[in-house]
């Protein structure tokens, strides 16, 4: 008996792919810069949303959608710094958000009432690497207690990514992470990096991510 071999991954991508590819059409027409925030669990996402939103409340209308494995802590963490609904994303042991999930989230929010949205995705950098979600850029998250390495064990979320945030670094006078390794291991694999250097604890470096953020609402990422 001959055995058919059906590719079910390849039609999920490539289903996923095209609600994606909806989901760009879509923002793109309400003129929403969007961020998929990626990073390993740990590095600080939640509070750098945090910090984010405290800096621009009242200045930008930020929407954001939030994804976790079994909770929806980091939805309520966020909910309480904005007056704006914090769609959660709660993934039910899933590594990642896809665009079916941000497509449902969206259908809940006022889209011409956004200036700016973030995605943040379940802490993994393997899954989300592979997952188109529709959004502007994706944004890596490399915090000062990881090691420096983590670009070259994980090519593909920091190739796939047009930002790099280096976090936590009120800590480097405690740990040992070299600074200027971790930038090499990241420009080796993609060299088109843009860096950010943030503590969201002490809120160091954070101007320039904020004006950032500003100059996309005036000035959009292409």
Not at 85 to 91: I, K, P, S
Not at 199 to 220: N, V, Y
């Amino acid at each position: 008996m001959t055995v058919r071999r059906i590719e079910v991954r390849e039609r999920v991508m490539a289903r996923n792919d095209e609600l994606a590819a909806a989901v760009r059409v879509r923002l793109a027409h309400h003129a929403i810069p969007t961020f998929n925030l990626v990073s390993s669990p740990g590095a600080g996402k939640t509070l750098l949303l945090e910090r984010t939103l405290e800096a621009l409340d009242g200045e930008l209308r930020v929407a954001v959608v939030t994804g976790d494995v079994q909770t929806q802590n980091d939805a309520d963490r966020l909910a309480a710094k904005t007056d704006r609904l914090v769609q959660a994303v709660v993934t039910g042991g899933a590594c990642h958000l896809d665009a079916r999930q941000v497509t449902e989230a969206l259908d809940a929010l006022d889209l011409d009432e956004i200036d700016l949205m973030f995605v943040e995705n379940v802490g993994n950098l393997v899954c989300p690497a592979s997952w188109d979600l529709g959004e502007t850029a994706k944004i890596s998250i490399l915090s000062v207690t990881e090691g420096e390495d983590k670009p070259a064990k994980y090519p593909k979320m920091f190739r796939e990514s047009r930002y790099l945030v280096l976090n936590k670094i009120d800590l480097l006078p405690y740990v040992p992470f070299d600074v200027d390794r971790a930038l090499a291991y990241a420009r080796e694999v993609n060299p088109e990096l843009t860096v950010f250097f943030t503590s969201a604890l002490t809120e160091e470096g954070m101007d320039d991510w904020l004006d950032f953020l500003r100059a996309q609402i005036t000035q959009p990422v292409s």
